[in-house]
């Protein structure tokens, strides 16, 4: 069972997710208020998530209005992450109502040194700007991400997770 939150009134309830294909749209009406929206269900889910790569690390996306956990593996290279929408090119589309993230919000780029991989997230530029640990990026500014950070755009929370900073922390 999955929970969704309606966006109008907030109002949560359950379905069975295991009725839907993945990538399918569905159609939910709130029970409290009657609104009609859609959603459609994410590809990776928790029984997948050993089936991607997640050497060079991934993010998973806490805060969003379907109320959805979502989780994304990281590539070599410029990963670019905005909105989910028809005809925008991402690398990592967040599937989501919050119309104050940016198609293409901001990018985290991922290179190996030795057998590490160090990652930096810098704003796209977008409107609203992104938060690294609650603190605004500036312009063209490049910020240095580790195991745990909290990045925000819009209104939507992501987590960076490094595989190899997960271990040294509890072997130092």
């Known amino acids: 069972m999955k929970q969704v939150i309606c966006p109008k009134c907030g ?3 359950s379905f069975d997710e295991s009725r839907y294909d993945a990538s399918c749209n569905i159609s939910f009406i709130c ?4 609104k009609r929206f859609l959603m459609t269900l994410p590809e990776i889910d928790a029984c997948h998530k050993n089936d991607i790569d997640t050497s060079l690390g991934f993010i998973t996306v806490l805060e969003n209005a379907f109320g959805y956990r979502q989780e994304f593996p990281l590539h070599a290279g410029d990963n670019i992450i905005g909105r989910a929408s028809k005809g925008t090119e991402v690398d ?4 989501t109502s919050d119309m104050s993230m940016d198609r ?4 985290i780029n991922v290179k190996e040194k030795g057998n590490r991989p160090i990652l930096t997230v810098r704003d796209n530029p977008s409107l609203t700007g992104t938060f690294l640990r609650h603190e605004l990026l500036s312009d063209r500014e490049r910020a240095v991400l580790h195991d745990g950070d909290v990045v925000t755009i819009g209104a939507t ?3 960076v997770h ?5 271990d040294e922390e509890y072997f130092e």
Do not use: S
């Open 162 to 166: 490094i595989p190899d900073e997960e």
């Open 11 to 13: 109002k949560t309830f």
């Open 157 to 159: 929370t992501f987590i």
């Open 31 to 34: 029970p409290a208020c009657r």
């Open 92 to 95: 990592i589309p967040i599937e």
């Open 104 to 107: 293409r919000h901001c990018i």
